[in-house]
Structure formats: C-alpha cells, structure tokens
C-alpha cells in the first residue's frame, strides 16, 4: 500500500500516525528524502508564500520524483497572483497553412535583457524571410496574446513576474511557448536545480541545500571559499562568495530572510564558464564566458547599480570539448524540451554543471557571431514545427468558426493607424 507522508511546519507536530502514514516536520523533509518512498505521496500542509517552506516543498517533491499535493504548479500560480478559474484565455482557432505569427515578450526596462532590441529586430528581419509574422509586444498586451500562433519569451523571467502569467496563459491556450512555464519553475529555482541534477545523476560541484541550521556543516563539508546563492537570483545577483565564518554567518542571514532554504556550493575557479545552448534536445550554440575583469563572477556588480561583464567568445561546437557538449545535454534533459542555456566548469574532475538557465542570451554580435542568420533560422524553425504540429490536431468544438480581427493600435507619439501584421511589432 503507498505510504502517504503529511509535511508540516514544526517537529511538535510530528506524529507516527499509523502503519502506512506518517508526519513529518519541514527540515527532516528537506534533509532526509529517503524517509518518503519514492510511490509514496506526500501533502504539503506547510504554510506561507513565495520562498517558503509550502513552497519549497511542493517544489522538492517535484524535483524529487514525489507525488504531492498541492502540486507545484498550483503553488505557483497560488503565489504568482493568478486564479484557477478565470486566467484562461479565450482561444482562437488555428489559421489555415501559410504565414505563422510569433508574438516576442521583451521588457524595455529589463537591465539585463535576454536579447537587445537590435536582436529582436533581426529576429524579425529572419523571420520574415521565413513566412513567419513577428511581432513584439510588452505586458499590457497580454489581451490579444492569442492571436498569434506562438509566444517566445525574450526578457528576465520569474514565478513571480507577468512572464510566468504570459507563458501559463500560452500553455493554456495549446501555444507553443518558450519559455513553458515548467521550463520556469524549474530553472528559476537553484533549490530545485540542486534537487533535480542530484536526482539524475548530473555532475556539479559539491552542493547542500541549506537552511539557517545548515550553514556550518556547509562549511565544514565544502571548506572556504564558499559559494552562497539566493534561490532565484539571475545575472550573479544574489551570489556570494564567503571567506571565512564571519562572512558565513553575515551572508546566510541576508539570503534567510527573503527565502526558506538557501543553495551553499563549493567554489571551483576557472577563467570562463561554458555557455551552451540546448534547444529540444540539442545543442545550439557555444560559448565562452570569460569572468568580469578582476572578479571572480561572469558580472560584477557595483554598489551604485552599475555593472560589468566578462567577454563573451563564440565557439563553434565541433570545438567544444566532447564531455561538455554531452553534460550540457544531459542537464538540459531533466527541465523539459524547450530552449535551454546550460553553465559549465571544465575542471580536473570533468564537466561539472552549474546551473541550467531558461531564456538564455542570444544577442547580435555574441553570442551569434559563429552561425550569425543560421541561429535565428533555427530557433524560429523550432516554433514553425511546433505550430505546424499544432494545427494538424482539429479545434476544439466550441472553436468560434473564424479568426478574429486583428487590433489596431495608435503609434505611441503619431496619430497613425497600424495593425501587428502589417508593422512587424506591437507598438506601445
């Protein structure tokens, strides 16, 4: 009979209850997977929102292989902001064979965007050469999200930011989407990352997700310097790096106060880190990203908000070494099929992976500089198969029998009229 195990708060509420069910307080969970079988279920009776224990436990449950309640997903959207009832879209029927159109969400005030506007642009220039329409649209655009065919996210994503409710509400809809909000969830998170590469065999640096109580046995494990991460940082924010007990104890305590568990991993020093894009299964592109001058980090960031990148060098993937290439593959393949940006060390020890990033950089002039048009052909080739699979499957019953008009918009600045399909862009 499957074990069901009931995760609560604290150790005072742990109770044997019976023969197949147990109670367990949050840290043992977190410590001990072994406690809970791996058919068994586990419900989540943890409290609290964003980062905390509720959800990081239906979220190592997922990493983990665990049936749980609620699941991940329904935590998500509890602490995203959205409903379960009345997010749905309207859903718009698929359009005979021809042209394709690719909605691009990008945030002009993104400091560290995915992809420039010149990028974007070429996106265009491409996809046009391609019969597929693409527009750009921003966040308040999300009403006419289902007029197109696809949505391809190109701005810094979060569980908590609109781009998790574009890409859910895409999923929803039956549109191709990258990112997928899985693809999110999972990369968004480095607890979960920590869980799920452990789980699959994948080789990373030494890593323990932590809570306060974890600190010194981190330290004591793994041996200073050591590497500090917020959860959910991105760009190197929310990465420390810890020399010494004092430090520890000083860092550890800011990361507690905005997340239950924390991620502590042994620092391993080289002059780059692999940058190698999977793209459904495959590799896409290579490069190298050398650390910020003088820093230990791809960023450096300064006190007043400015911040500096190392060099980013194209390499053509016939050059990247082998073990690289196959751990980058590897790791991709436990998120999902989507497009991925896998980090790499290439050590002594082999090819140790450091983390796996949805939306990963594509920008003109770097990371495109070996394949140049060839890399949008391919990215936008994925969607165009994506769709052409979509519109093979017959609409649902209640699918209104015809499109619906495309909006029209005012250029912001102009009195002139322009519609997405005919201007290339949704203007704001």
Request: hydrophobic fraction near 40%; charged fraction near 25%.
């Given at each position: ?6 995760v609560?708060e604290r ?7 019976n023969?197949?069910?147990?109670v367990?307080?949050?840290?043992r969970?977190?410590?001990e ?7 068994g279920l586990i ?10 224990s509720?959800?990081y ?12 309640l ?6 998500a959207r509890?602490?995203s902001g ?14 005979e ?6 909605a691009i ?8 965007p ?14 046009s050469?391609?019969?597929i ?14 007029r197109f ?6 701005e ?14 895409a999923r929803?809809?039956?549109?191709p989407?990258m990112?997928d ?10 607890v979960f990352l920590?869980?799920?590469l ?8 030494r890593?323990?997700?932590i ?11 793994m041996?200073?310097p ?24 000083a860092i550890?305590?800011?990361l507690?106060?905005s997340s239950r ?12 880190d ?10 896409l ?6 650390m ?6 791809i960023f ?18 016939p050059n ?5 290439v ?5 790791a991709?393949?436990?998120?999902g099929d ?6 790499i ?7 140790l992976?450091?983390e796996?990033?949805d ?8 990371e ?19 769709v052409a699979?979509?519109?093979s ?21 102009t009195?002139?009229?322009?519609t ?5 862009h949704?203007?704001?």
């Amino acid at each position: 009979m499957p074990h069901t195990t009931f995760v609560v708060e604290r150790e005072a509420d742990a109770i044997l209850a019976n023969g197949t069910t147990r109670v367990l307080p949050f840290d043992r969970y977190v410590a001990e997977p072994s406690l809970c079988p791996a058919d068994g279920l586990i419900v989540n009776l943890c409290q609290g929102g964003y980062l905390s224990s509720r959800y990081y436990c239906s979220l190592l449950g997922e990493a983990r292989g665990h049936r749980v309640l609620p699941t991940l997903n329904r935590v998500a959207r509890d602490v995203s902001g959205m409903s379960h009832s009345g997010d749905r879209p309207a859903i718009t029927p698929a359009r005979e064979l021809g042209e394709a159109r690719l909605a691009i969400l990008h945030d002009p005030g993104d400091p560290h965007p995915p992809s420039r506007r010149q990028t974007l642009e070429r996106f265009r220039r491409v996809g046009s050469d391609m019969n597929i329409a693409v527009d750009l649209i921003r966040h308040d655009d999300r009403a006419w999200l289902t007029r197109f065919d696809a949505l391809f996210i190109r701005e810094t994503t979060s569980v908590v930011h609109p781009s998790f409710r574009y890409a859910t509400a895409a999923r929803i809809a039956g549109m191709p989407v990258m990112d997928d909000p899985r693809s999110i969830l999972r990369c968004c998170n480095k607890v979960f990352l920590a869980e799920i590469l452990r789980r699959h065999g994948v080789a990373t640096p030494r890593t323990r997700v932590i809570d306060g109580g974890g600190l010194t046995a981190a330290a004591t494990e793994m041996g200073y310097p050591l590497v500090l991460k917020s959860p959910d940082g991105c760009s190197s924010l929310g990465v420390f790096k810890a020399m010494n007990a004092d430090e520890l104890a000083a860092i550890g305590a800011t990361l507690l106060r905005s997340s239950r568990l924390i991620v502590a991993q042994e620092y391993v020093q080289t002059e780059f880190d692999w940058r190698i894009a999977i793209l459904a299964g495959r590799p896409l592109f290579a490069c190298r990203y050398r650390m910020a001058r003088g820093h230990w980090q791809i960023f450096r960031h300064a006190p007043n908000g400015t911040s500096e990148e190392g060099a980013t060098e194209a390499v053509a993937l016939p050059n990247v070494p082998a073990p690289v290439v196959d751990a980058a593959v590897q790791a991709a393949r436990t998120i999902g099929d989507g497009l991925y940006g896998v980090d790499i060390k290439e050590t002594p020890r082999g090819a140790l992976v450091i983390e796996v990033n949805d939306n990963p950089n594509i920008d003109e002039g770097l990371e495109d500089a070996m394949l140049g048009d060839a890399l949008y052909r391919m990215v936008l080739g994925e969607f165009a198969r994506r769709v052409a699979a979509r519109r093979s499957v017959p609409p649902p019953a209640n699918t209104p029998p015809r499109h619906p008009p495309r909006p029209a918009f005012v250029e912001r600045g102009t009195s002139r009229l322009i519609t997405p399909m005919a201007s290339g862009h949704v203007p704001r």
